[in-house]
């Protein structure tokens, strides 16, 4: 089986107000709503998307990325959507959500203490009126990102492949 590289989204419900203490970042305040979280993982093994998918969905673990904290609060995500790329895309995902009417930032830091690309946070707040994986889609298909069949991973996955532009 091959390794699956790329960057991750985790949808994360957060049913009524939420605070919840996050590692260095503090007490960090969410109102409820719906979440997503973008990560990547560029690496082989347990380094790869499947592997650190699969810790995120986990309910006993280490609490160590700043993602942890949150879903040690709310349970495991509501889905997963996987954008396998060579590269590592996910601020330019998470800017590109948030330049739509449908996502806004989360938490300044969260998720993104060692973004070089001077991205507020990775993770952000559905704030559109409709579906958010209609308003995922969209974003995506925006970045030139396009669903793809996946054979080698669990179905509940929502798979994409980045498309050189």
Same mark, same amino acid.
């Given at each position: 089986?091959r390794?699956?590289?790329?960057?991750?989204?985790?949808?994360?419900?957060?049913?009524?107000?939420?605070?919840?203490?996050? #590692?260095?970042?503090?007490?960090?305040? /969410?109102?409820?709503?719906?979440?997503?979280?973008?990560?990547?993982?560029?690496? =082989? #093994?347990?380094?790869?998307?499947?592997?650190?998918? =699969?810790?995120?969905?986990?309910?006993?673990?280490?609490?160590?990325?700043?993602?942890?904290?949150?879903?040690?609060?709310?349970?495991?995500?509501?889905?997963?959507?996987?954008?396998?790329? #060579?590269?590592?895309?996910?601020?330019?995902?998470?800017?590109? /959500?948030a330049?739509?009417?449908?996502?806004?930032?989360?938490?300044?830091?969260?998720?993104?203490?060692?973004?070089?690309?001077?991205?507020?946070?990775?993770?952000?707040?559905?704030?559109?009126?409709?579906? /958010?994986?209609?308003?995922?889609?969209?974003?995506?298909?925006?970045?030139?990102?396009?669903?793809?069949?996946?054979?080698?991973?669990?179905?509940?996955?929502?798979?994409?492949?980045a498309?050189?532009?």
């Amino acid at each position: 089986m091959r390794t699956l590289k790329g960057t991750y989204l985790l949808v994360v419900e957060v049913p009524e107000y939420l605070e919840v203490p996050v #590692g260095t970042l503090g007490v960090v305040s /969410l109102e409820a709503g719906e979440y997503v979280y973008v990560g990547s993982a560029m690496g =082989s #093994g347990a380094t790869d998307i499947e592997h650190r998918v =699969s810790r995120h969905l986990r309910t006993r673990k280490t609490l160590f990325w700043h993602i942890d904290y949150l879903l040690s609060s709310t349970g495991a995500p509501r889905s997963v959507v996987v954008i396998e790329s #060579g590269s590592p895309i996910e601020c330019m995902v998470c800017k590109m /959500l948030a330049s739509s009417t449908s996502f806004e930032y989360g938490p300044r830091g969260f998720g993104s203490s060692d973004c070089s690309s001077g991205c507020r946070a990775h993770l952000l707040r559905h704030t559109g009126k409709g579906e /958010l994986m209609v308003a995922l889609i969209t974003a995506l298909e925006g970045l030139h990102i396009r669903r793809t069949n996946m054979t080698a991973h669990d179905d509940s996955w929502l798979v994409f492949r980045a498309v050189p532009t």
